[in-house]
């Protein structure tokens, strides 16, 4: 069963709380969810494996440690999810940018696909699935499918705030999917939005309330 991480640090919880709050506006809530991404993407990344090096310091000949060349994708979920990509590209430059279009039927709360593109070496990439929200836990199962389907095998997902539900829903699903949440949060309303949670996202990153 993969792993799921709350990232409790203060920096980022203190974040977290203004993008709650309800009279932070569209300009500061875009800035205040890529400030979080770029704080979660730091933790997201610690396992990523290293290799020595030798270089010369002024000093001396040294061996040191260097990224061993894990290639990195991040993959947000549209459209809510392009919020957290250039944060996250703030300390992992080189990683590129895949996209997954899926949207919400508030009828059935089922997802519905509508735009995948990719890069083509998926397969050999680590990939960071974002969303701000897990809320049922559609979305985030549905663009893994879609992932998987297309030869990825190595997946995290990350996001902004998790409901118990959608932790349950995605690691029924992709049990080897790890998950990293700063916050986990009470439960979900009838609407399938999380509660207290921060609205929708997609609404509050691009104004369009």
């Known amino acids: 069963m993969g792993t799921v991480q709350v990232m409790n640090h203060p920096l980022i919880q203190h974040k977290l709380t203004i993008i709650r709050d309800k009279s ?9 969810v890529n400030e979080i991404a770029r704080l979660m993407a730091y933790e997201v990344s610690r396992d990523m494996p290293v290799e020595d090096v030798e270089i010369e ?8 440690k260097q990224l061993s060349g894990k290639k990195v994708a991040i993959i947000p979920i549209l459209r809510a999810g ?24 508030h009828e059935t709360m089922e997802p519905v696909e509508y735009f995948v593109k990719l890069p083509s070496d998926i397969s050999e990439r680590q990939l960071l699935v974002v969303d701000p929200m897990l809320a049922t836990g559609g979305s985030a199962v549905a663009a893994i499918d879609a992932l998987k389907k ?18 349950k829903f995605l690691q029924e699903a992709h049990p080897d999917v790890d998950i990293y949440t700063a916050a986990l949060d009470e439960k ?10 921060l609205g929708d996202a997609g609404d509050r990153l691009f104004g369009t309330l």
């Open 57 to 64: 310091t002024p000093l001396i000949k040294s061996v040191q």
């Open 188 to 197: 979900l309303n009838e609407k399938g939005y999380i509660l207290p949670g």
């Open 24 to 32: 932070t506006g569209t300009k500061y809530f875009r800035e205040v």
């Open 150 to 167: 297309r030869g990825a095998h190595s997946i995290k997902f990350v996001c902004l705030v998790a409901a118990p539900e959608g932790i």
């Open 82 to 105: 392009l919020g957290m990509v250039d944060g996250m590209l703030d300390l992992i430059p080189a990683a590129k940018v895949g996209h997954i279009g899926m949207y919400r039927d």
